[in-house]
């Protein structure tokens, strides 16, 4: 019912000759403080209002912690993520981030809509850099297509 619960266990813990393990619960991370049921509804609060701090108001908690989950769950992530894939359909583009013009190049797959990889900037060396990481020569003949738009740097590093 989602009610503020404390769970207030001793977890076992197994001793062996070298160290002490402890085991791992099914309800949360390891040395965390909140559940994964916490995590999930933290972050579809920041979904929806797109604001660390407004989310740890909501939510009645730190800024840090929901700053942590952002961190944890981004980590938990880009390890999930499969390695040496065959992009057959990559997107090209820019995104503004705090006051100004700081920006980050974005590379993403249009067909599933998720974000491969970042660089810092816009220029040429941040999307060469870029494409190049992600992109390895053994699989650059099956790259079909580069979705992107009319920014110099990014049509002539593709």
């Known amino acids: 019912m989602q009610f503020r ?3 207030n266990c001793q977890i076992p ?10 085991i791992k ?8 403080r909140h ?5 999930g ?17 909501l939510l009645r908690c730190g800024f840090n912690v929901v700053n942590r989950i952002i961190h944890c769950s981004v ?14 359909n990559l997107s090209l583009d820019e995104k503004s981030f705090r006051k100004g013009h700081n920006y980050v190049t974005v590379l993403s797959s249009p067909l599933t809509g ?3 990889d970042i ?13 190049q990481q992600v992109v390895k020569p053994e699989h650059r003949d099956s790259v079909e297509t580069v979705s992107v738009d009319m920014w110099k740097a990014y049509l002539s590093s593709v």
């Open 119 to 131: 660089s810092e900037g816009r220029d040429i060396k941040a999307a060469k850099s870029l494409l």
């Open 41 to 57: 509804l933290c972050i579809d609060l920041l979904k929806a209002t797109k604001n660390q701090t407004q989310t740890a108001k």
């Open 25 to 32: 619960v099914p309800w949360a991370n390891n040395y965390e």
């Open 75 to 88: 980590d938990r992530g880009m390890n999930r993520r499969p390695k040496d894939v065959a992009f057959t």
């Open 13 to 22: 813990r197994i001793k062996s000759s070298k160290e002490v393990k402890t």
């Open 35 to 39: 559940s994964y049921l916490f995590e």
């Open 5 to 7: 619960t404390f769970i």
């Open 114 to 116: 998720c974000i491969i």
